[in-house]
């Protein structure tokens, strides 16, 4: 019976990945519905999106109060949210121009920007073998890219420039969550997200949700708040080595969604590029794993 409670965690673990990505996929469908079939903004639909989600969390935070908010840190909330907004709204603006499924195999090379940063924000030593993965990520975005060909377009650019940008929001979440607590790094980024965003919004030219768009944009917030959940509770209850390749489903659940939505169907050289993609991330993920043990190891001894 222990052996079974034991597996069941783990496997518990993967479903919920597994959701956090098909309401993820959920979100970008209702994102594009939103710009690039009912023509609405960008920045727009950024604002609403996360207005709502921020609707959603505001029960959270009056449950807490403002010791909720105590942070000794407001200079990184400040500038993580700062790398956030300009992620947010390049994907958004990315969404509103090229398929589902370019931009989300795009968006998968953050691993390789969040080595980059590592290198050259926090010191941190990159072996040949890290170098030698991140290049050939980058090869796999050539290859969907595509820009020697006719078919190029410079939109095309927007989700790898919001992987960029969510890999400095992610070292610096790194960082934070070594001194507060998860639901208080969240609760900031939602609080301070929505005003910036806001203000971008009037400067492009505010719009109101309607009809259809309403629907799609309170889809989007709610679901942006479940996907979150889901990835939170996944990382509780198993590590995070065994539940990160369930990470990569949502590259074909973002294609099966799109297709099912728009009928967007990848060309070939997609799969050749994804597939790179992903296998140069499982060896970033292995080679991290790896180093683990050695980290701590490290850490001790500075602590003694």
Known sequence: MTGLNGLRMPLMAAGLMVAAGASFAAVNVAIQTATMKLGMPSSSVVFWQYAAALACALPWLVRRGLSGLATKQPGLHLLRVALAVAGVQLWGAGLASVPIWQAIALVMTSPFFV????????????????????????????????????????????????????????LLTKKLTAFEPADTVTIYLLLLLTPVNFGLALAEGFVMPQGIGIAAIAAAGVLTVVANYCLTLAYSRSDAAFIQPFDHLKLPLNVFFGWLAFQYAPSGPFWLGALTIVGASLYVMHDEKSRAPQRQTDTEEARA
Do not use: H, K, N, V
């Open 115 to 170: 080595i980059i940063g590592a290198w050259l924000l926090l010191g941190e030593r990159i072996g040949f073998a890290r170098w030698a993965a991140t290049l050939l990520g980058f090869a796999g975005a050539m290859i969907i890219l595509e820009p020697w060909s006719d078919r190029f377009q410079l939109a095309a650019l927007l989700p790898l420039g919001a992987a960029a940008f969510w890999a400095g929001a992610s």
